[in-house]
């Protein structure tokens, strides 16, 4: 990994050297645009208005128009700017690690000891650890102002920048005004699936399904051109049945199908109108111990 930034961490007195890293990265098939008449790459140029002419990214300066004038910024004005010479990820307070929304969390970032002994980085690290807390920190990066989380993953501290609070739209939604009843047997069945599917979460063992099937019609393509049969390459998609539109339906067909008896005694059941025998197995799904899951790592 190759560090994109340098400079420290500061608590109290205590200034920690550090280097940052990205944490994460894409693997995404990569695309471009073509016309779809011949096949001809789609370009975007950035030309000059005035002269017309093709302009390099490090002639392009940045500026702002209030609708009267307009004024030019410079990377030398951006670099004046105290914040963005500031080195330092500044500890505001210690919170509560569960006292921070994720909705909040932007891009994560490893930091790594930047000095001949590391003791300071380790001291910080440990005391986060013991206490439970994150640090919540300032610091520029990028030509902007960041607020961010400093908490410890793996033996490491990371930075997770945060949105602003004013950056996170209210969810005011009229649809959740109404009065809503939820009845009981509804609940039990609710109940009934939600233990079925109990586990540890292990990220590892999810992957990204559509880019899977994204890499598998590319490499067909190229083996087959035009003439590719997707129905041949991926199959037939499942027919999942009719449409379920009461909710107390939906949810006696899914507990039957956790039971292994299949749509129709699903549709038996729901046939009945009250639904006695899927609400009696969400009952005594009540009662079993909470299923776990997560595999031993030595297995």
């Known amino acids: 990994m190759r560090a994109i930034w340098k400079g420290s961490i500061t608590f109290g007195l205590v200034n920690v050297p550090v280097k940052l890293y990205a944490a994460t990265e894409e693997h995404d098939v990569e695309l471009h645009q073509v016309h779809d008449a011949d096949g ?6 950035r030309k000059c208005e005035v002269c017309g002419k093709k302009v390099e990214y490090a002639h392009i300066d940045k500026a702002y128009d209030d609708g009267e004038q307009t004024v030019v910024l410079t990377k030398d004005d951006f670099s004046a700017l105290p914040a963005e010479k500031s080195r330092e990820i500044e500890v505001l307070e210690f919170v509560p690690n569960e006292q921070i929304d994720p909705i909040l969390f932007e891009r994560s970032y490893y930091l790594e000891p930047d000095s001949k002994s590391p003791k300071a980085y380790v001291l910080l690290l440990r005391v986060l650890e013991e206490t439970e807390r994150t640090a919540v920190v300032q610091f520029s990066l990028r030509q902007r102002t960041r607020l961010a989380s400093l908490r410890v993953r793996d033996g490491v501290l990371m930075v997770q920048t945060l949105r602003w609070a004013d950056e996170v ?13 939820v009845g009981e047997r509804e609940m039990k069945l609710a109940r009934s699936i939600v233990s079925e599917l109990e586990a540890d979460f292990e990220p590892e063992q999810y992957v990204d399904v559509y880019q899977q099937q994204l890499r598998t019609l590319v490499e067909a393509k190229l083996d087959q051109g035009e003439a590719l049969d997707t129905a041949a390459t991926f199959g037939k998609a499942e027919d999942e049945g009719a449409e379920v539109i009461d909710l107390l339906e939906a949810l006696q067909r899914s507990v039957a199908k956790k039971q292994g008896k299949g749509a129709d005694a699903a549709g038996d059941a729901a046939s009945k109108g009250d639904g006695d025998e899927a609400a009696d197995t969400a009952d005594k799904a009540d009662k079993k111990p909470a299923k776990r899951t997560k595999k031993s790592k030595s297995a």
Request: aromatic share 10%; hydrophobic share 35%.
């Open 169 to 181: 739209r209210a969810a005011e939604f009229e649809s959740l005004d109404a009065d809503i009843t």
């Open 40 to 45: 001809g790459r789609i370009r975007y140029e």
